[in-house]
């Protein structure tokens, strides 16, 4: 049976991420929520952003390693945001026990965070078709997109791009004002049949 590692956005572990979590333990599955901001929350992105420069993208990649390798099992990574660059780059470390990375809010391809993804790990993106993060340029997204695409598809990984309707960025988050329900219900269900799959 897989671990599920979760990896919050920079506004922290908030409802979404342990909501999340108990879905997950209840239906049989093994779950650590990686917490590098220490029990801290943010209820604005800028706030939330200002926390993560000071505490250092390097710190937060090695505090996910860390927990990753305590856990010594097969694990998913599934992460928020900022979170699922996270995952990305702890899987990559880990390529005996990665099984899959799920990236919500959307994933960045591997050159970025000098790494290679790992064979035969599969990826998933999760978005919303209007996330104002991805407003600016679409042309420019959709690039990225199909750079991970080649990314998990070269090593060998299946590839998935879930778009929801709706604009909300961290979309499954009941504390924020950009949850949606039944996507996030959506979403919930296809994380736990992913985990399933690979148990």
Not at 32 to 39: A, E, H, L, R, S
Not at 120 to 149: N, Y
């Amino acid at each position: 049976m897989a671990h599920v590692l979760l990896f919050p956005s920079i506004l922290g572990v908030r409802q979404g991420i342990t909501d999340l979590a108990n879905t997950l333990t209840d239906a049989g599955h093994d779950v650590t929520t990686v917490d590098p901001y220490d029990g801290q929350t943010f209820d604005d992105y800028p706030s939330g952003m200002a926390r993560t420069k000071e505490i250092g993208e390097e710190t937060l990649q090695v505090r996910g390693l860390e927990v990753a390798k305590g856990v010594g099992a097969p694990f998913v990574a599934v992460g928020f945001s900022v979170g699922a660059a996270i995952a990305q780059w702890v899987a990559a470390q880990c390529p005996d026990t990665a099984r899959a990375v799920v990236m919500v809010g959307g994933g960045i391809p591997m050159h970025h965070l000098g790494a290679t993804w790992p064979a035969g790990v599969a990826g998933e993106v999760h978005v919303t078709a209007g996330d104002p993060f991805h407003e600016e340029d679409r042309q420019f997204d959709a690039m990225i997109d199909e750079q991970l695409q080649e990314d998990v598809e070269r090593a060998g990984g299946e590839f998935a791009y879930v778009e929801y309707q709706g604009e909300g960025h961290l979309f499954s988050d009941p504390s924020l004002g950009e949850y949606q329900p039944e996507e996030a219900r959506i979403f919930t269900r296809r994380v736990v049949e992913l985990v399933d799959s690979l148990g």
